[in-house]
C-alpha cells in the first residue's frame, strides 16, 4: 500500500504537477501513483491483457525526466486507461445484457474521481463500484485512501478475475476489497458510504427502474452515502436531500445537505 511521502523524489514530482495548475493535494495523490507504477513489475498477464503497458510506463518515466507537468499527466492518463482495458473481456451473453440496459462496456472513468474522493473516504468507509470492469478504480482508492473494504459489481467474470490479479499486483489486502460478479440491475445500493458509478445503465426501461430504486434505498440510509458519478444519469431521480457539490461535466458529485 502507499504510505505517506518519504523521498525527495515524490515531493518533487507533486511540486511540479501542483504547477501546471493541479490543486496541491490533487498533485500529492498524481505522484503517489505515477511513482508507484514506476517501482511495480509487470501486472499480471500483460502481455494479454496490458500488451503496451511496458512502453507507456517507458514514457512516463521519461517524462518525469525531461517533460513538464501536464504532457507527464496525459501520458499517466493514458497508461491508466490502458490498464482500466476499454476493451473489456465481455462474453456475448453479457455484451448483450450490457445493450440491452444501455450500459458502457467498462470505458475508464479517468482520474478525476480517484483523485478528489480523498476528503470523502476515512478508515472505516465501505464503498461501492456499480460496473466496475476489472475494478481498477476502486482497487486505485484503496491504494491512495486505505478503508474497511471496497465491493466491486460487474456482470464479467473474467473482468473480475483480471481484477483479482490487479489487487495482488498492486498488494491491496485480500480483505479490503469484495468481488461481486452480479448485474447491477439485480444489486441493492444500501449499506454503503460512498459510490462510483460510470453510467452502469441507460435512464429508460428497466434502467429508468434502477435509478429510481437506486435513489429509493440511498436516500432511506439514516447517513445517504457520497456519490461520484460520470455521465450522470442519476440526478434527476434524487430529491432534495442530495445536492451536487462538484461538476466539470464529466464527473458530477453528490452529497446529502
Known amino acids: ?5 518519504n523521498t525527495a523524489a515524490e515531493l518533487d514530482l507533486a511540486r511540479r504537477l501542483a504547477s501546471s495548475g493541479r490543486d496541491p493535494g490533487e498533485a500529492d495523490r498524481l505522484a503517489r501513483l505515477i511513482l508507484l507504477f514506476l517501482i511495480l ?28 507537468g501536464e504532457a507527464l499527466e496525459d501520458a499517466f492518463l493514458e497508461l491508466y486507461a490502458h490498464l482500466h482495458m476499454n476493451e473489456a473481456p465481455y462474453t456475448s ?8 440496459a444501455g450500459g458502457y462496456w467498462n470505458h475508464a472513468g479517468g482520474l478525476a474521481p480517484i483523485l478528489k474522493a480523498g476528503p470523502w473516504i ?33 456482470i464479467s467474470e473474467r473482468a473480475a478475475a483480471i481484477g483479482k490479479g490487479l489487487q495482488e499486483w498492486l498488494r491491496v489486502p485480500e480483505e479490503r476489497i469484495e468481488w461481486r460478479v ?5 444489486t441493492s445500493a444500501a449499506s454503503y458510504d460512498f459510490i ?26 439514516t447517513v445517504p452515502p457520497i456519490i461520484f458519478s460520470i455521465a450522470d444519469c442519476l440526478r434527476e431521480f434524487l430529491s432534495d436531500r442530495y445536492e ?14
Open 41 to 68: 513489475p509487470d501486472p499480471p498477464g500483460a502481455a494479454t491483457n496490458f500488451p503496451r503497458f511496458a512502453d507507456l510506463r517507458s514514457t512516463v518515466e521519461n517524462l518525469i525526466v525531461s517533460g513538464d
Open 196 to 221: 462510483y458509478l460510470y453510467r452502469p445503465v441507460r435512464p429508460e426501461g428497466p434502467g429508468r427502474d434502477f435509478y429510481t430504486r437506486f435513489a429509493r434505498e440511498i436516500e432511506a440510509e
Open 1 to 5: 500500500m502507499v504510505g505517506d511521502f
Open 93 to 100: 451473453e453479457e455484451r448483450r445484457r450490457l445493450d440491452e
Open 122 to 154: 476515512g478508515p472505516e468507509t465501505v464503498s461501492a463500484d456499480f460496473g466496475a470492469g476489472n475494478g481498477l478504480q476502486g482497487l486505485l482508492l484503496q491504494v491512495l485512501y486505505p478503508h474497511r473494504r471496497t465491493v466491486q459489481i460487474e
Open 244 to 257: 451536487v457539490f462538484y461538476s466539470d461535466g464529466h464527473l458530477t458529485c453528490f452529497k446529502p445537505r
Open 182 to 186: 452480479a448485474d447491477v440491475l439485480e
